[in-house]
T-cell receptor, first 115, second 111 residues
Framework: KAGVTQTPRYLIKTRGQQVTLSCSPISGHRSVSWYQQTPGQGLQFLFEYFSETQRNKGNFPGRFSGRQFSNSRSEMNVSTLELGDSALYLC??????????????FGPGTRLTVL | EDQVTQSPEALRLQEGESSSLNCSYTVSGLRGLFWYRQDPGKGPEFLFTLYSAGEEKEKERLKATLTKKESFLHITAPKPEDSATYLCAVQAQGGSEKLVFGKGTKLTVNP
């Protein structure tokens, strides 16, 4: 079974630009979550999408947004980029549903550098 | 607010020298506690899920245990290829899949 894929793997942008990152979940997984990873803050939750609806959102400004398509693929967008947005952006997918914790499987990440 | 604290931040071991990593957590109803391994520049790789206090899981040289307040990742006779950052995360009760992560323990195993 193919794992979570993310494109592009690397991006270099300048301040003020916007960027769109893409994530394809594992086949059959309906939940997609996004995380930002930086050396200082570690892994921080951005948002989660399930059945094309945002189910939860982390403490990030409105410049960070996302969406999910009917095939469960997801995109996240960051507008008006700032230097502090430089990070590894990770996508994770899971089956979702049920009372027990669902394992999230991570993609390789997109390394975003803002100059 | 759900919180996860991992210790130590960094750990250096000699090959074959066993040790344990700690993950302390506070969460409003635990759905699951997860351990991941992350190599530089890569996404986290899933290791274990633990659901309730007293549960233990093993995989090769790794063994994860869970109490009501913390989890331990025991590494027995580690090898240099076990060098990585080990991440602990919790998932709380509720409808979301959100994971709250600790900052990780960077493990280096010297030959």
């Amino acid at each position: 079974k193919a794992g979570v894929t993310q494109t592009p793997r690397y991006l270099i942008k300048t301040r003020g630009q916007q960027v769109t990152l893409s994530c394809s979940p594992i086949s059959g997984h309906r939940s997609v979550s996004w995380y930002q990873q930086t050396p200082g803050q570690g892994l921080q939750f951005l948002f989660e999408y399930f059945s094309e609806t945002q189910r939860n959102k982390g403490n990030f400004p409105g410049r960070f947004s996302g969406r999910q398509f009917s095939n469960s693929r997801s995109e996240m967008n960051v507008s008006t980029l700032e230097l502090g947005d430089s990070a590894l952006y990770l996508c994770a997918s899971s089956l979702a549903g049920g009372r027990a914790g669902n394992t999230q499987y991570f993609g390789p990440g997109t390394r975003l550098t803002v100059l | 607010e759900d919180q996860v604290t991992q210790s130590p931040e960094a750990l250096r071991l000699q090959e074959g020298e066993s040790s344990s990593l700690n993950c302390s957590y506070t969460v409003s109803g635990l759905r699951g506690l997860f351990w991941y391994r992350q190599d530089p520049g890569k996404g986290p790789e899933f290791l274990f899920t633990l659901y309730s206090a007293g549960e233990e899981k093993e995989k090769e040289r790794l063994k994860a245990t869970l109490t009501k307040k913390e989890s331990f990742l025991h590494i027995t006779a580690p090898k240099p290829e076990d060098s990585a950052t080990y991440l602990c995360a919790v998932q709380a009760q509720g409808g979301s899949e959100k994971l709250v992560f600790g900052k990780g323990t960077k493990l280096t195993v010297n030959p």
